[in-house]
């Protein structure tokens, strides 16, 4: 799963990875963010209707275009072995994909000494910035676009931490990606072939991340 994440970096860090009209991006104002988490607003990135990529402003808490209320089931992660089939992600996974940057994200391992979850905190070498796979929605009724993370099971090194991860895809198959004339077939094997999972990198932080209230830079913490 993925139920935390960071958005340190300002956003022209972020520029390079997708095809965005820069004069008009450079000027977003984003303030750094330590520990994000589900239903808070996040960036993310997808085709608009003539297919070029846009930058907006989405519910990190997936609410399907045909949703009457609020889902009460969580929905920020999309398990990668039901996005084609559940009611839940498929249309979205059908036309509307998209990407969520990010420079880190979060996971728990039970702590042996007192039982309690310390925090880790994952990252590409030298916090370079990523995009999480996802799909977003817009519900007119309820008047929200909101977005999820795609999740896999976990390969090395993540494995060291957990049985799953976020979908991290390789920015040379972006484009593909969000294009909605990507198959589902297509979509599902970039998924699966086409990440930078083995360039992650990890060290324990302190616990105040573990409150989803907690906003500061987390210590890191030495085993």
């Known amino acids: 799963m993925c ?3 960071t958005f340190e970096q300002d956003w022209p860090a972020f520029l390079h990875l997708y095809e965005l009209d820069c004069d008009k991006e ?4 984003t303030a750094a963010r330590y520990n994000i988490a589900p239903t808070q607003d996040v960036l ?3 085709a608009d209707p003539d ?8 519910r990190w808490w997936l609410v399907p275009h045909w949703a009457k ?11 990668i ?7 839940a992600f498929r249309d979205a996974f059908k036309s509307r994909r998209c990407l969520i940057p990010a420079d880190g994200f ?10 309690r979850k310390d925090p880790w905190l994952i990252h590409m070498p030298e916090s370079a910035p990523f995009s999480f796979a996802g799909l977003w929605a817009h519900n007119d009724k309820l008047g929200i676009t909101s977005c999820t993370i795609i999740t896999m099971p976990a390969a090395a090194p993540m494995t060291r931490l957990h049985d799953r991860q976020p979908a991290l895809l390789d920015p040379a198959v972006f484009s593909e990606w969000l294009d909605p004339a990507t198959s589902g077939f297509r979509a599902k094997k970039l998924l699966e072939t086409c990440n930078i999972d083995e360039g992650l990198e990890f060290h324990r932080v302190s616990r105040d991340v573990n ?6 830079r987390p210590e890191a913490t030495p085993l």
Do not use: C, K, L
């Not at 209320?69 to 398990?79: D, L």
């Not at 072995?81 to 009611?87: A, F, K, L, M, T």
């Not at 409150?211 to 500061?216: D, I, K, L, Q, R």
């Open 3 to 5: 139920g935390r994440f």
């Open 26 to 29: 450079r000027g977003r104002n």
């Open 44 to 46: 993310m990135v997808h």
């Open 51 to 58: 297919g070029r990529q846009v930058a907006e402003t989405a």
């Open 69 to 79: 209320e609020m889902p009460r089931a969580a929905m920020f992660n999309a398990r």
């Open 81 to 87: 072995e039901r996005i084609g089939i559940s009611p």
């Open 106 to 115: 979060y996971e728990w391992t039970v702590n042996a000494d007192d039982g």
């Open 211 to 216: 409150a989803s209230t907690f906003t500061g």
